[in-house]
């Protein structure tokens, strides 16, 4: 595989993002932003440790006193414990039932809506999986998997920065300019895997500044991110894609008959 462009941190499992430091926002609460969003995104699972102080320090250029103004804050929520000599770990659960759906049907609906968004590939690129990758992928951390990242956009301008993580070895060709012409679900199903399901979860977050960039939108605005985990017909998780896309542009709609389908729209 070949990398096309360098692409901004939230687009590269667990690094940490920038800062907008001529932004309204304090500094502290910028960094809370960033970690809670990694926490609840599952980037950092229930257990995980969190940066110390010195490390939140130094990865963001700040003094250890807004560091620990962060973790503080985080504690406080209920995202992480903080205990002497032990340090700082996730405590975060999700709580949510999820909805049933038709999976052919919600497939054939992101498929129509690839279609119908035009699309800049910025990496494609074999690399060895992060932690955080390889657990929702069910691999060994370090095993390669495929991540492709990609830039949805309208005729009103960037519409959704669209990150996916594929195991490795299910002969799908995945290029720059497959991408380009054919969702990579579409990919997939060309390859013979058959999708035997799918777990989305979406939530709101802030945009970090290097996310804002390539959206056109304002450093810590509001951001739609829909993870989806898919699954072939034996339950294993071939494909992990995570989408941030604008919330004024980008609403999900879920027809609740028992025919009902899920449909992404955009406007």
């Given at each position: ?22 932004a309204a926002i304090p500094l502290y609460h910028q960094i809370y932003l960033t970690l809670r969003d990694e926490i609840t995104r599952g980037d950092r699972p229930f257990g995980s440790p969190v940066p110390t102080e010195m490390e939140l320090a ?150 970090d500044p290097e996310m804002a960039e390539r959206l056109q939108c304002e450093p810590r605005a509001a951001v739609l991110h829909v993870e989806r985990m898919v699954e072939d017909a034996a339950g294993v998780t071939v494909l992990v894609t995570n ?25």
């Amino acid at each position: 595989m070949t990398a096309v462009k360098r692409v901004p941190s939230i687009a590269r499992s667990g690094g940490l993002g920038q800062l907008a430091r001529d932004a309204a926002i304090p500094l502290y609460h910028q960094i809370y932003l960033t970690l809670r969003d990694e926490i609840t995104r599952g980037d950092r699972p229930f257990g995980s440790p969190v940066p110390t102080e010195m490390e939140l320090a130094d990865n963001y250029d700040v003094s250890r006193i807004t560091a620990r103004r962060a973790l503080d804050e985080l504690a406080t929520g209920g995202f992480v414990e903080r205990r002497r000599r032990l340090g700082t770990h996730v405590i975060f659960r999700a709580a949510s039932k999820p909805i049933e759906a038709n999976i052919d049907q919600a497939v054939e609906s992101l498929i129509a809506f690839g279609q119908n968004t035009a699309v800049k590939v910025l990496e494609v690129v074999t690399e060895p999986a992060s932690e955080a990758t390889a657990q929702k992928l069910g691999l060994v951390e370090g095993e390669p998997a495929i991540r492709a990242v990609r830039l949805r956009s309208t005729s009103n301008g960037p519409l959704g920065l669209i990150v996916s993580h594929m195991r490795a070895g299910l002969g799908v060709s995945v290029t720059p300019e497959r991408l380009t012409e054919r969702p990579i679900l579409s990919l997939l199903r060309d390859a013979g895997v058959k999708i035997g399901g799918a777990v989305q979860t979406i939530e709101a977050m802030v945009a970090d500044p290097e996310m804002a960039e390539r959206l056109q939108c304002e450093p810590r605005a509001a951001v739609l991110h829909v993870e989806r985990m898919v699954e072939d017909a034996a339950g294993v998780t071939v494909l992990v894609t995570n989408a941030y896309y604008r919330a004024d542009r980008y609403r999900i709609t879920l027809d609740m008959h028992e025919q009902g389908q899920f449909s992404p729209k955009f406007g």
